[in-house]
Structures are given as structure tokens and as C-alpha cells.
């Protein structure tokens, strides 16, 4: 059966980075990319971007661009999110869900990333 | 960017009603409209895809329909399970975006 799980929760200072990953099983690591969506406490759902694992091709949302750097790695059919200079208000739940930039079918079980001081 | 306008924010309802959630685009998106239901703590659960498409495994109560920039997602007759937050999404263009979900909780 297809599982993402993603690594564990996060404390960050403002400015840090923190790297966000989420191992994929049970499918062709191939065949979908990956979408990664932020929920703030309380919030809705944000989309922040999108990788092909066929080519690494991105679309990042703007709000985002130039902060983030989703990858993946074929060889350990991981993807990762790297997401920079960390502020208060990138306190959230980190998501990848696999994607063909359309619905997402699968997510994995969420990374909590908490910036503080 | 595409805004999805999602009506109500919260409902009450009783086990067996029919429940009825909007999302409005703003500009037109061509069916191109997936809702998903998220439980407290849990990841959000893909519903239906394409509009109307039910997702393998998603009870068949569980309806999409609209076009254009108006769509819905009904539940013909509410469960307990399905008691959760609901949120729509397009994908017609990048930025992907979400409406802002609708809380439906027990009367």
C-alpha cells in the first residue's frame, strides 16, 4: 500500500532553515510528484509547491518562491522541502502529498515546525 | 492567483441530513476541482477529484457537481463519521489553491 512518512517535528530560531522529508513506499516512486501544503494552528491548508520526480521540474507557489527548495532522491525514493529564513509565522503542519500538480491522493502523516525565539 | 470561496465556514447538522458545501472560484476553472475531508490531527483525505470523480474507497453518499466557477460536495445522508472539516481545491492553474474549509459539526 502507498505510505509517505515524513520525518519528525522541528524546532527552529528565527532564520534558521529546517528540512522537511518525506519517504515514499508501495507505489512506482516515479509515476506522481510531489505536492508539499503547510496548515498553520488553526488554519487552512496552504500549497507551497510542487516537484516532478521524473525530471525535478518545480512550481513553487510566489509567496514561497526564493524561500524554498523542494528535491527528491530516486535512489532512497525520498522528497524533501527545504524552506529558509524561518519566521514566527512559519509555525505549521508540513505536508507532502503525492500529486500530479492536480488532486492529491496521498499524504504523508504531517511534520510539525515550530520558529521561536 | 485563483480565490476559492467556500460557504458556510461551519455548519450544524444532525446524523441522516443531507448536507450541501459551496466553493466559488473566481474566475472559471473547468471542473478542475478536488474536495478533500480532514479530521482533527489527521492528514487531509482526497474525496472526489475532476468535479464528481469519486475517490476509490470514498462511500458512495459522498456527491460532487458544478461547472464553471460554482461547485458543490453533498453528503446524502450524514454519518458520524463524517463530522470534520471539508476543503475544496483547484487545480485548473498554479498556484495551486484551497477554499477556506467548512466545519461541519454535530447538532
Known amino acids: 500500500q502507498v505510505q509517505l512518512v515524513q520525518s519528525g517535528a522541528e524546532v527552529k530560531k528565527p532564520g534558521a532553515s529546517v528540512r522537511v522529508s518525506c519517504k515514499a513506499s508501495?507505489?512506482?516512486?516515479?509515476?506522481?510528484?510531489f505536492s508539499w501544503v503547510r496548515q498553520a494552528p488553526g488554519q487552512g491548508l496552504e500549497w507551497m509547491g510542487w516537484?516532478?520526480?521524473?525530471?525535478?521540474?518545480?512550481k513553487y507557489a510566489p509567496k514561497f518562491q526564493g524561500r524554498v527548495t523542494m528535491t527528491t532522491d530516486t535512489s532512497t525514493s525520498t522528497a524533501y522541502m527545504d524552506l529558509r529564513n524561518l519566521r514566527s509565522d512559519d509555525t505549521a503542519v508540513y505536508y507532502c502529498?503525492?500529486?500530479?500538480?492536480?488532486?492529491?491522493?496521498?499524504w504523508g502523516q504531517g511534520t510539525l515546525v515550530t520558529v521561536s525565539s | 492567483d485563483i480565490q476559492m470561496t467556500q460557504s458556510p465556514s461551519s455548519l450544524s447538522a444532525s446524523v441522516g441530513d443531507r448536507v450541501t458545501i459551496t466553493c466559488r472560484a473566481s474566475?472559471?476553472?473547468?471542473?478542475?476541482l478536488v474536495w478533500y475531508q480532514q479530521k482533527p490531527g489527521k492528514a487531509p483525505k482526497l474525496l472526489l477529484y475532476?468535479?464528481?470523480r469519486l475517490e476509490s474507497g470514498v462511500p458512495s453518499r459522498f456527491s460532487g457537481s458544478g461547472s464553471g466557477t460554482a461547485y458543490t460536495l453533498t453528503i446524502s445522508s450524514l454519518q458520524p463519521e463524517d463530522f470534520a472539516t471539508y476543503y475544496c481545491?483547484?487545480?485548473?492553474?498554479?498556484?495551486?489553491?484551497f477554499g477556506g474549509g467548512t466545519k461541519v459539526e454535530i447538532k
Open positions: 516537484i516532478s520526480t521524473e525530471n525535478g521540474d518545480t
Open positions: 481545491q483547484q487545480y485548473y492553474s498554479t498556484p495551486l489553491t
Open positions: 474566475q472559471g476553472i473547468s471542473n478542475s
Open positions: 502529498a503525492r500529486s500530479l500538480l492536480a488532486a492529491m491522493d496521498y
Open positions: 475532476a468535479t464528481f
Open positions: 508501495g507505489y512506482t516512486f516515479s509515476s506522481h510528484g
